[in-house]
């Protein structure tokens, strides 16, 4: 891997054993900037955008995969040499073909962000199409299977692999009327602390982020379904929300974007199967 001045890391510090070795995972080295390859899920919009936004400021090679045509092509238009390509997380034959075009297009890879994940239907377990269900558990626990299972070997071959996977506040309590979103959110979670026993071996560290309510479009729409079965009011729906939290306001997605860089930079190096908050201390999903 090459640093910022364009010398192997090798050629600035010495040879990779001991101390050096460990400094220089996850890229970092003091301030020098990023030369991380890094794969990002559903990057192109949403939090994923803003994934794709930090790491690249902070040097590193990012490769997104989306399934919206339009926010693919804005992506690669405001970030210059960011890769961006379709894939359905939904979909294994997809996946298993984006894996090692996004390994191929960034030279080996690093960081893997599991970032694809969807809302589902706000409707009680009994009233739940089996259809939505199986929709839901495809994308954001199979999808996030599939890409893991096949970064694995590549993550192996890093310096400092490093796994962030997106769970919830969804992943730590119940959540009425959004039963796939919630068990599928405590499964990332269960999903994360295997990766990082079975990888700690390869010195791979693989963690888990669980947001509250963020701002945006997705909790615009979240509030509605809420509304909607509830009959009351969004106003209601979100003071609500904002009374589970000791600290009122929505999460910025930025804040979660460097919250991220932290976990894949070498200062996060003995941090591994941990289930990281960043919910102003939610007390309810
Ligand atoms: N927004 C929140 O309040 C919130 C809170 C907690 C956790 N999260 C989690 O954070 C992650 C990102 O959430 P977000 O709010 O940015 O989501 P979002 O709904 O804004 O969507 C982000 C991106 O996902 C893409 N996407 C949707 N379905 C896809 C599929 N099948 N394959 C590939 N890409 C697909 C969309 O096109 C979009 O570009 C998810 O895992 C979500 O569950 C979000």
């Known amino acids: ?24 995972r996850c890229g970092l080295i003091g301030s020098e900037i990023m030369s991380q390859r890094v794969l990002i899920t ?15 400021a902070n040097g590193a090679k990012v490769f997104v995969c989306d399934v919206d045509d339009k926010a693919l092509a804005a992506i690669a238009k405001e970030i210059p ?33 599991n970032n ?20 839901v558990v495809a994308v954001n626990l199979t999808g996030m299977f599939d890409v893991s299972r096949l970064a694995i070997p590549h993550l192996k071959k890093s310096k400092a692999g490093c796994i962030i996977n997106m769970s919830s506040i ?13 068990a599928t959110k405590w499964g990332v979670i269960g999903l994360t602390k295997t990766l ?3 990888l700690g071996e390869w010195g791979i560290r693989a963690n888990a982020i669980a947001p509250g309510a963020v701002d945006g479009d997705r909790i615009v729409r979240v509030f509605q379904g809420r509304a909607q ?26 804040d979660i974007a460097q919250l991220a860089v932290f976990l894949a930079s070498d200062a996060a190096k003995s941090i591994s199967g941990q289930v990281i908050p960043i919910d102003n201390d939610r007390q309810k999903a």
């Open 1 to 24: 891997m090459n640093g910022a001045a364009g010398q192997t890391v090798e050629a600035r510090v010495g040879p990779l054993s001991g101390p050096l070795s460990s400094a220089w």
């Open 42 to 56: 559903a990057g192109a919009a949403g939090i994923g955008r803003e994934f794709a936004r930090a790491f690249t």
């Open 81 to 113: 040499g960011l890769i961006a390509r379709r894939c359905d997380m939904a979909s294994r034959a997809e996946i298993e073909r984006m894996v090692p075009e996004a390994v191929a297009a960034l030279g080996g890879l690093d960081v893997l962000i």
């Open 116 to 135: 694809a994940g969807i809302a589902g239907l706000t409707l009680p377990i009994a009233d739940y199409p089996p259809d939505d269900w199986d929709k």
């Open 170 to 182: 969804a992943g730590r309590y119940g959540f009425a009327n959004r039963s796939p979103y919630a």
């Open 196 to 198: 990082a026993m079975e």
């Open 229 to 254: 079965i509830s009959g009351r009011s969004m106003d209601d729906v979100k003071a609500d929300a904002l009374a589970a939290a000791s600290i009122k306001s929505m999460i910025d997605p930025k």
